[in-house]
């Protein structure tokens, strides 16, 4: 089974701080996805990244930055982290060919900025 | 980018009923997913479905494409499909990013 990993199930941070979320994928994933949910919003895409070193913007990038120099790790970061940054963290992976697919995601982190 | 709707948002079922959870999604898609998020918020992917049917045991999914819209059907229920169910689509044409619907959280009493 494919897995990801995500490094910590519960973080809490102060306001400022920098954070870093890590993510391991053990299948050779071309592609890794960091989304964040919110009651009432959903999933959002922050980032995306579709090799070693490339990486795109997605809905919400705005606070965050990423690192991907390894294949299976893709790393979140936040650069001052703010209260409104409290939320669950998933990432994700796929092989990005057509025979299969799916995400698989991680089974997140929830942080919390105090 | 294409819109996701999911209705119901909320149901309430008892254990052994069946249900069908609704998809619709604003222009054509090639990666349509639907995933089940339990109650501890692990995302489970249920089906890669682009088009067609598919089925896994209890749970079978139906896209059809043309008419922009897929549905998922539980059979059986138990108390462990409880969680929220999602689906998503790629943000534009053949995105390998996904957008999601808000969900319907399904309950299912003993």
């Known amino acids: 089974d494919v897995k990801v990993t995500q490094s910590s199930r519960y973080l809490v941070k102060r306001t400022g701080e920098k954070v870093f979320l890590e993510c391991v994928q053990d299948?050779?994933?071309?592609?890794m996805f960091w989304y964040r949910q919110d009651p009432g919003l959903g999933l959002r895409l922050i980032y995306f990244?579709?090799?070693?070193?490339?990486?795109e913007k997605g809905d919400i990038p705005e606070g965050y930055s990423v690192s991907r120099e390894k294949k299976e790790r893709f790393s979140l970061i936040l650069e001052s982290a703010s209260t409104n940054q409290t939320s669950m963290y998933l990432c994700?992976?796929?092989?990005?060919?057509?025979?299969?697919?799916?995400?698989?995601f991680g089974s997140g982190t929830r942080l919390t900025v105090v | 980018g294409i819109q996701v709707e999911q209705s119901p948002p909320d149901l309430i079922l008892q254990e052994g009923a069946n249900s069908t959870l609704r998809c619709n999604f604003s222009d054509s898609v090639n990666n349509l997913q639907w995933f089940h998020q339990n109650p501890w918020g692990q995302l489970i992917n249920l089906f890669y479905i682009p088009s067609g049917t598919k089925q896994n045991g209890r749970l079978s999914a139906t896209t059809v494409a043309t008419e922009r819209y897929s549905l998922l059907y539980i059979s059986s229920s138990q108390t462990t499909d409880s969680g929220v169910y999602f689906c998503a689509g790629p943000t534009q044409g053949g995105s390998e990013k996904l957008v999601f619907g808000k969900g319907t959280k399904l309950t299912v009493n003993p």
């Open positions: 299948m050779d994933h071309e592609n």
């Open positions: 994700a992976s796929n092989d990005g060919s057509r025979v299969n697919y799916g995400y698989t």
């Open positions: 990244s579709y090799d070693v070193k490339m990486k």
